[in-house]
């Protein structure tokens, strides 16, 4: 017998994706227009760190208030040489601002169009357009609280591998995806870091 919540999913599935046809034409409009509109549908902010040469791209969304994690991931990432632009996909309150600024380089404000990648989008866009002379970029998101303790070395690790990516977390596929043969895992979007010259 199929599981209630196994079903409900399944039943679901169908739904999720009609629904996702029928939106894909307004995505790309809405995607176009604030593509069209960038510079009035952002607040940029500079914050108090200067640019060097290696970057993190922090996006967080946090409507209510902000999160101390927060702020000792910003700090932990100075701490390692980092430049840190936070891409919020929503307002923030002064106070806010005001915390970010000493361990930011830059804080960027955005409606919240593409979640998590649109935010990782807007922020490579805001790089590039700096002109920043970047040898290293960090991708993280506030979904997970990074480092969880003093002393965390998987930065310093990621850059010494000298690989084009490195991820903190790899994904395997679930125990009905191994059968097939084709699919292979992924590396999360919580964290990874490219570490090579020529980021953008």
């Not at 599981?3 to 790309?28: A, C, F, G, H, T």
Request: hydrophobic share 40%.
């Amino acid at each position: 017998m199929i599981p209630l919540w196994k079903l409900k999913r399944e039943l679901k599935r169908p739904m999720d994706q009609l629904r996702s046809v029928v939106l894909y034409p307004i995505d790309l409009v809405t995607k176009w227009h604030h593509d069209r509109n960038f510079h009035s549908a952002i607040k940029l902010t500079k914050g108090d760190q200067p640019a060097g040469q290696k970057f993190a791209l922090l996006l967080i969304y946090q409507p209510k208030k902000l999160t101390r994690s927060t702020l000792l991931t910003c700090q932990h990432l100075v701490d390692n040489g980092y430049s840190v632009l936070v891409v919020s996909n929503t307002a923030l309150p002064d106070d806010a601002r005001a915390q970010l600024a000493p361990v930011t380089w830059q804080i960027l404000e955005r409606p919240n169009i593409g979640y998590d990648f649109g935010g990782y989008r807007d922020g490579l866009r805001v790089l590039r357009e700096a002109n920043v002379d970047m040898q290293a970029l960090v991708v993280l998101n506030d979904s997970v609280w990074w480092p969880l303790c003093a002393g965390d070395t998987a930065l310093e690790r990621a850059e010494t591998l000298g690989a084009d990516v490195v991820g903190m977390i790899l994904r395997p596929y679930g125990r009905a995806r191994k059968r097939s043969s084709v699919r292979t895992p992924h590396l999360q979007s919580i964290l990874w870091v490219r570490a090579q010259s020529t980021c953008l």
